[in-house]
């Protein structure tokens, strides 16, 4: 299956420049206001913390503009499932009409993302949809928050819903909302944001019409064409400036839990022809027996995303897309059909296009390189608050902050939103504790966590918490990159590994991993995950000693690490007052003994590894950036088929850049 470039015909603008700039800036503003009106009236706090977005499609569904703070993921579906209400209902759409879907199989991204679509009429004639997109922290299914990684179909994940009507001629259809409704956990708060969300809808709306009362319809249609146009001609534009050729690599998901050990390959290949891309994810491995899989929507969303992280100068629609030819192929992990699980993509497939794409441009235009970045993860606990004076349904539905991958000249940004949304906030702690009894218990940046190189990654961040007074709860985590850890590019190093830990430090502490449901947790009980920092750029051992200092003074280096990572040798004098001292001759001779022998790590046999590791001669960040190998963190025990395919990763994209 494919999504097929469309051609614009011969360009001749209508409108002159003036009022074309000044309403291509205005359907950017309409957008934004759209969002304001969510921000302001929404009823969950994920949704408050901005994991939502919004948008303006012309008649036909194409995506006329997004707003300034909608995030990535959602960027490439919205015209998509605008196009799936058109399908559904083709004439029998009315002013007045409101829509909800969120089906993953047409056009969506999961289930928990429930976009509102209003058409907009004018003196009779449809001329617009409105849309708003926002992530529902529950849509039913087997576990809180709809995320069961045990499911193998969709019917685990809660609700599918196909394009259907909930305001009919403007007369609110309760029964069908109630329906929807009684079928979630935390009904109110899921009307709720429906209302919020159908009324960000008619902000749209009347913003539009009060542009047409000014500038005639005619006009604004004429400008809804024009400015997909002028994204499509601006983008052919910058790609006609690059060289022709063809670049391809592989990215992975940890595993497939029905299969055990063993990467899961994503495979990009890339072509530039003149104007236009063309992306063929062919060789991507079959869909997998969990939710990490991603269907064609929200692949084909990855791809726009991480080729727009490249040209942030240009302004997102449907024009955008006219340039790019994506196959991806069917019953794959990039295009899993229904009824396979696809509630994870997010975690899963969906960032893995992204970060392949980062490598590839890397090559294209080393100027913008940035290697990968953190994997977001979502931690969902859902139960019965027992606090004093409160019985009720809780949902927390945490999200981190993560470390970006090192980039050209600068290091990686530090603790921030994952790249699947750079838009969402974190989360502030006293509100977390204010409506959920989740104490949180640290939450910190994590020394040593960015992936050392010329240009260091990004730092990741622990976050830790603890059951305060709760009953019949449980636990749930969707994340990767434990196995297929955040790598560096052009001879950078790898981060450290997600994971969840549940009572960390005590008798019976368990290592959950990066994909669990349903774990049963208790008043009490006490859990912290990482999140990991950003791959390195360049070797290592060219960056400047004096950077490595002043990265030990801030806390992002420890001194074993500096040595170990760095080759560079750092003397204590005194901590309080931060300073250190670079003793030049160890360092000097450091750096020769690595560059000396890290070629031979990366071929160490496994078990004189394992030896290492289990008498404590190497730590787990030694296992990744000295010996490159891959570590079950349950067991303590070294993967070997995953270690194969991390050692060839590592063999093509950091070996050939050691001097």
């Given at each position: 299956?494919?999504?097929?470039?469309?051609?614009a015909?011969?360009?001749?603008?209508?409108l002159?420049?003036?009022?074309?700039?000044?309403?291509?800036?205005?359907?950017?503003?309409l957008?934004?206001?759209?969002?304001e009106?969510?921000?302001?009236t929404?009823?969950?706090?994920?949704?408050?913390?901005?994991?939502?977005?919004?948008?303006?499609?012309?008649?036909?569904?194409?995506?006329?503009?997004q707003g300034?703070q909608?995030i990535?993921?959602?960027?490439?579906?919205?015209?998509?499932?605008?196009?799936?209400?058109i399908?559904?209902?083709?004439?029998?759409?009315?002013?007045?009409?409101?829509?909800?879907?969120?089906?993953p199989?047409r056009?969506?991204?999961?289930?928990?993302?429930?976009?509102?679509?209003?058409?907009?009429?004018?003196?009779?004639?449809?001329?617009?949809?409105?849309q708003s997109n926002g992530?529902?922290?529950?849509?039913?299914?087997?576990?809180?928050?709809?995320?069961?990684?045990?499911s193998?179909?969709?019917?685990?994940?809660?609700?599918?819903i196909?394009?259907?009507?909930?305001?009919?001629?403007?007369v609110?259809?309760?029964?069908?909302a109630?329906?929807?409704?009684?079928?979630?956990?935390?009904?109110?708060?899921?009307l709720?944001?429906?209302?919020?969300?159908?009324?960000?809808t008619?902000v749209?709306?009347?913003?539009?019409?009060?542009?047409?009362?000014?500038?005639?319809?005619?006009?604004?249609?004429?400008?809804f064409?024009?400015?997909?146009?002028?994204?499509?001609?601006l983008a052919k534009?910058k790609?006609?400036?690059?060289?022709?050729?063809?670049?391809?690599?592989?990215?992975?998901?940890?595993?497939?839990?029905q299969q055990g050990?063993?990467?899961?390959?994503?495979?990009v290949?890339m072509?530039?022809?003149?104007?236009t891309?063309?992306?063929d994810l062919n060789g991507?491995?079959?869909y997998?027996?969990?939710?990490?899989?991603?269907?064609?929507?929200?692949?084909?969303?990855?791809v726009?995303?991480?080729?727009?992280?490249?040209?942030?100068?240009?302004?997102l629609n449907?024009?955008?897309?006219?340039v790019?030819?994506?196959e991806?192929?069917?019953?794959?992990?990039?295009?899993?059909?229904?009824?396979?699980?696809?509630?994870g993509?997010c975690?899963?497939?969906?960032?893995?296009?992204?970060?392949a794409?980062?490598?590839?441009w890397s090559?294209?235009?080393?100027?913008?390189?940035?290697?990968?970045?953190f994997?977001?993860e979502?931690?969902?606990?859902g139960g019965?608050d027992?606090?004093?004076?409160?019985?009720?349904?809780?949902?927390?539905?945490?999200?981190?902050?993560g470390g970006?991958?090192?980039?050209?000249?600068?290091?990686?940004?530090n603790a921030?939103s994952?790249?699947f949304?750079v838009?969402?906030?974190?989360?502030?702690?006293e509100?977390?504790?204010?409506?959920?009894?989740?104490l949180?218990?640290?939450?910190?940046?994590?020394?040593?966590?960015?992936?050392p190189?010329?240009?260091?990654?990004?730092?990741?961040?622990?976050?830790?918490?603890m059951m305060?007074?709760?009953?019949?709860?449980?636990?749930?985590?969707?994340?990767?990159?434990?196995?297929s850890?955040?790598?560096?590019i052009?001879?950078?190093?790898s981060?450290?590994?997600?994971?969840a830990?549940?009572?960390?430090?005590?008798?019976?502490?368990?290592?959950?991993?990066?994909?669990f449901?349903?774990?049963?947790?208790k008043t009490?009980?006490t859990?912290?995950?990482?999140?990991?920092?950003?791959?390195?750029?360049g070797?290592?051992?060219?960056?400047?000693?004096?950077q490595?200092?002043?990265d030990?003074?801030?806390?992002y280096?420890?001194?074993?690490?500096?040595k170990r990572?760095?080759?560079?040798?750092?003397?204590?004098?005194?901590?309080?007052?931060?300073l250190?001292?670079?003793?030049?001759?160890?360092?000097?001779a450091?750096?020769?003994?690595?560059?000396?022998?890290r070629?031979e790590?990366?071929?160490?046999?496994?078990?004189?590894?394992?030896a290492?590791?289990d008498?404590?001669?190497?730590?787990?960040?030694?296992?990744?950036?000295?010996y490159?190998v891959i570590l079950d963190?349950?067991?303590?025990?070294?993967?070997?088929?995953?270690?194969?395919?991390?050692?060839?990763?590592?063999?093509?994209r950091?070996?050939?850049?050691?001097?």
């Open positions: 299956m494919s999504q097929v470039r469309e051609h015909t011969a360009y001749k603008s209508k002159d420049p003036v009022t074309f700039e000044v309403l291509k800036n205005a359907f950017v503003n957008v934004d206001q759209m969002s009106q969510i921000l302001r929404c009823y969950s706090f994920v949704i408050y913390n901005r994991d939502f977005s919004s948008a303006i499609c012309d008649a036909k569904g194409n995506t006329i503009m300034t909608d990535s993921v959602h960027v490439g579906t919205l015209h998509l499932t605008a196009k799936a209400v399908e559904d209902f083709g004439d029998d759409i009315h002013p007045g009409d409101v829509f909800l879907v969120n089906d199989y056009g969506g991204t999961h289930f928990c993302d429930v976009r509102i679509v209003r058409p907009v009429f004018h003196d009779g004639e449809l001329i617009a949809f409105m992530h529902w922290a529950d849509l039913g299914g087997s576990v809180p928050g709809s995320f069961d990684v045990q193998q179909d969709h019917y685990g994940e809660g609700m599918r196909p394009p259907v009507r909930v305001w009919s001629r403007g609110f259809l309760a029964d069908v109630n329906l929807l409704a009684a079928n979630m956990r935390l009904p109110q708060e899921r709720g944001d429906l209302r919020s969300q159908a009324e960000a008619l749209g709306e009347r913003q539009l019409l009060q542009l047409i009362k000014k500038y005639g319809r005619e006009t604004v249609l004429t400008a064409d024009e400015v997909q146009d002028y994204v499509e001609r534009s790609i006609a400036q690059l060289p022709n050729g063809t670049w391809e690599t592989t990215d992975y998901l940890d595993m497939d839990p050990d063993g990467l899961i390959p994503i495979k290949k072509t530039i022809d003149e104007d891309i063309t992306y991507s491995h079959d997998i027996g969990c939710f990490l899989n991603a269907g064609f929507g929200s692949s084909f969303s990855a726009v995303a991480g080729t727009k992280t490249f040209f942030p100068e240009i302004p449907s024009g955008f897309y006219r790019l030819t994506v991806l192929p069917e019953n794959s992990v990039v295009n899993a059909p229904w009824p396979v699980a696809v509630s993509f975690s899963g497939a969906y960032e893995k296009i992204m970060n794409i980062f490598e590839l090559h294209i235009m080393p100027e913008r390189a940035l290697a990968c970045s994997n977001l979502y931690l969902l606990i019965w027992k606090r004093q004076g409160a019985d009720s349904y809780f949902m927390w539905y945490d999200w981190m902050a970006h991958g090192g980039r050209h000249e600068k290091d990686g940004a921030l994952p790249v949304g838009g969402l906030s974190i989360q502030p702690c509100g977390q504790e204010r409506l959920s009894p989740v949180t218990t640290h939450h910190q940046i994590i020394t040593d966590s960015g992936g190189g010329r240009f260091r990654g990004g730092c990741g961040v622990e976050k830790g918490g305060t007074g709760i009953d019949r709860t449980v636990m749930s985590y969707c994340c990767d990159r434990s196995r850890v955040t790598w560096g052009f001879g950078g190093q981060s450290n590994p997600h994971g830990w549940l009572n960390p430090g005590e008798e019976g502490e368990r290592f959950l991993g990066t994909i449901s349903n774990v049963k947790i009490g009980d859990f912290t995950r990482p999140s990991a920092g950003g791959g390195g750029l070797d290592p051992l060219e960056r400047d000693p004096e490595v200092k002043e030990v003074i801030d806390g280096v420890s001194l074993e690490r500096a990572d760095y080759g560079v040798v750092i003397r204590e004098i005194d901590r309080e007052l931060d250190y001292e670079i003793d030049e001759s160890a360092t000097e450091e750096r020769a003994y690595i560059r000396a022998h070629k790590w990366l071929a160490l046999g496994l078990n004189e590894v394992q290492l590791y008498s404590g001669q190497a730590d787990k960040l030694d296992l990744l950036r000295r490159h963190y349950a067991t303590g025990m070294i993967l070997p088929k995953s270690t194969a395919q991390y050692r060839d990763m590592i063999a093509k950091t070996l050939p850049y050691w001097s």
